[in-house]
């Protein structure tokens, strides 16, 4: 008996067939020749919204467009695990054609709601579970069923499981199931109407997994429909193997996913309980559940980028891309293309197909603008029009992409005077500057030091060969003490640098620290006169040092910091301080 066969056996049979699947946790639509509804089950009802007495004596495609079961019935042929809208849901459907006597008489469909499915990538732990009741109800015409009444009578027994019986389906009809079935326990579970998932059952020389399951209508068990999930214990344990090598493999591609597109920290990454520390992280966690703008304000190694992330991880994007773009990382002329994207033969060397922008990568998410004060003039103007439209073209295209992303920006320069000075759009930074995070420097915040060193001693730890405790109370001390204009980064650049140091000591003390940490301390008995005479010298040095490399390099400011060996946004900053600009 094929699978037509066996719809059509359940179809002749309607006093205790249409319980049957009237219970079973799929939605299942029955039409006749003429696609009129005839059969819509109380699982179908929860899924589409629909209910049956609305939808049966009606054409199924005016009540469910795009059923396609008037296409299987003129094919006959059967479409399996094919995805399909219906309302608000979006449902898995095996569509099958129901023949008698070598004419179709109607079609079948079974579906189940996948909507929440594509969070199945994080839960795969649920994943036998799944095979267990999902694919064993949508496959079950594949597989070895049994239907029993309340006494234990069989009603009904396909073909699959005939075969394995080695029985006629048709003759055990009527008879006793603990008669037929070895070890059966489907009576008991008609009686006491409670499921047995994944049982081990001996069957004559097999090792089986099956599944009982108690109909039940109206609040009243009637009998129970099993299956064979696995003839032999054999095929469970190759396919548990298979599970675990798809988890490892999961597991992996998850991590370089969020590696590439993903938040790394949380506010709870960030560490400090200085006041100025909670009252911010406290503000941030406010601004992170709505979708404006945030400019983050703060000196080189405050920690900017550890609060977009924070950020983004605390909000409704949580789920979706968050995307970093270093501005001042990239050339003028590649940052249009990196940012926005280019259709293929946009330029010489333009990628076949070509490329989407990491605003296109950050739909739905968050794009995070670093060094946002390096940005060029001109592409300020362009960064200005995606922020307010909320659209963008790709270099070299003519369609219009609409964007739902937040933005947040970062910088360390100071961009009221590079306003003032003609660096930096006015109509831009107030297009920005909707929600403002300024983040104190660490020499406001020494309290947080501490906290700060037994952290970072663990992030280092986890790294290198030795390990190390913690810090002397003298050597603490010297931390305290210095103005650490690197910040929390030159931090944690000293203290792995005394971990490389050290021997078998446990303790960072102050011989494992670096010089300028203990001259800083004697800095400090220098009176204030003479301080600022040593500033004046510096400066004027610093100053002498920077108009020499200018003119070694024509006036080429990104030449003349790599003569310094300082980073170009650096040596903006140090122009500006002495008006070279």
Excluded at 265 to 278: H, P
């Amino acid at each position: 008996m094929r699978k037509n066969d066996l719809i059509a056996a359940f179809l002749s049979d309607l006093s205790g067939i249409w319980v049957a699947l009237d219970s079973v946790g799929n939605g299942i639509v029955i039409v006749d020749s003429d696609g009129i509804v005839t059969f819509f089950n109380t699982a179908a009802e929860g899924i589409t919204g629909l209910k049956a007495e609305n939808v049966i004596g009606h054409m199924v495609d005016d009540i469910i467009p795009n059923t396609a079961l008037i296409r299987v019935m003129e094919t006959r042929k059967a479409e399996i695990n094919q995805r399909q809208s219906v309302g608000n849901c979006e449902i898995l459907t095996n569509r099958v054609p129901i023949v008698t006597d070598n004419q179709v008489i109607g079609a079948l469909a079974i579906f189940q709601d996948i909507t929440e499915l594509h969070e199945a990538v994080t839960q795969l732990e649920d994943i036998k579970r799944l095979k267990s009741t999902l694919e064993s109800i949508m496959e079950s015409l594949q597989e070895g069923i049994v239907v029993v009444d309340k006494a234990g009578s069989i009603t009904l027994m396909n073909k699959a499981y005939g075969e394995f019986l080695n029985v006629d389906p048709l003759a055990v009809v009527g008879k006793h199931v603990a008669d037929i079935i070895p070890n059966t326990r489907m009576h008991l579970v008609a009686q006491e109407g409670k499921a047995e998932l994944t049982d081990i059952q001996k069957i004559q020389s097999n090792t089986c997994v099956v599944s009982r399951i108690p109909i039940v209508k109206d609040g009243e068990t009637i009998g129970a429909v099993g299956n064979v999930v696995f003839k032999d214990i054999k095929e469970f344990k190759s396919l548990a193997g298979r599970i675990r090598k798809l988890e490892s493999e999961l597991e992996y591609y998850k991590e370089e996913l969020f590696k590439t597109y993903g938040g790394n920290y949380t506010f709870e990454n960030i560490v400090g309980n200085s006041d100025e520390m909670m009252s911010l992280k406290t503000v941030s966690a406010k601004a992170a559940k709505g979708n404006s703008t945030v400019l983050i304000l703060g000196e080189s190694g405050t920690g900017k980028e550890l609060f977009a992330h924070a950020l983004h991880n605390a909000s409704p994007r949580r789920q979706n891309p968050f995307i970093k773009v270093n501005c001042a990382a990239l050339p003028e002329q590649l940052l249009e293309a990196e940012l926005f994207g280019y259709e293929e033969g946009a330029f010489t060397g333009a990628r076949k197909g070509g490329k989407p922008g990491k605003f296109e990568l950050a739909n739905g998410g968050t794009i995070f603008l670093d060094e946002i004060g390096e940005m060029p003039l001109s592409m300020q103007v362009k960064l200005l029009r995606v922020l307010q439209e909320r659209e963008l073209e790709r270099l070299g295209g003519t369609k219009i992409i609409k964007l739902d992303i937040r933005v947040i920006a970062a910088t360390n320069r100071d961009l009221d005077k590079m306003i003032e000075q003609g660096q930096f759009r006015q109509d831009l930074y107030y297009r920005l500057n909707i929600f403002t995070l300024s983040i104190p420097p660490l020499r406001e915040r020494v309290e947080d030091i501490p906290l700060l060193c037994e952290t970072l001693l663990e992030k280092i730890n986890g790294r290198v060969e030795h390990w190390v405790k913690g810090t002397t109370p003298e050597a603490l001390q010297l931390l305290m003490q210095y103005d650490w204009p690197g910040n929390v980064r030159e931090l944690e650049n000293v203290i792995e640098r005394s971990i490389n140091l050290m021997d078998d000591e446990s303790l960072i003390t102050p011989e494992h620290l670096p010089p300028i940490l203990k001259k800083a301390k004697k800095v400090k008995l220098v009176n204030e006169a003479d301080a600022q005479g040593l500033a004046g010298i510096k400066d004027d040095a610093e100053k002498q040092a920077i108009m020499d490399a200018l003119a070694a390099a024509d006036g080429n400011k990104s030449k003349a910091a790599r003569i310094l060996g300082i980073h170009r946004s650096g040596f903006y900053q140090k122009m500006q301080k002495y008006n070279l600009l």
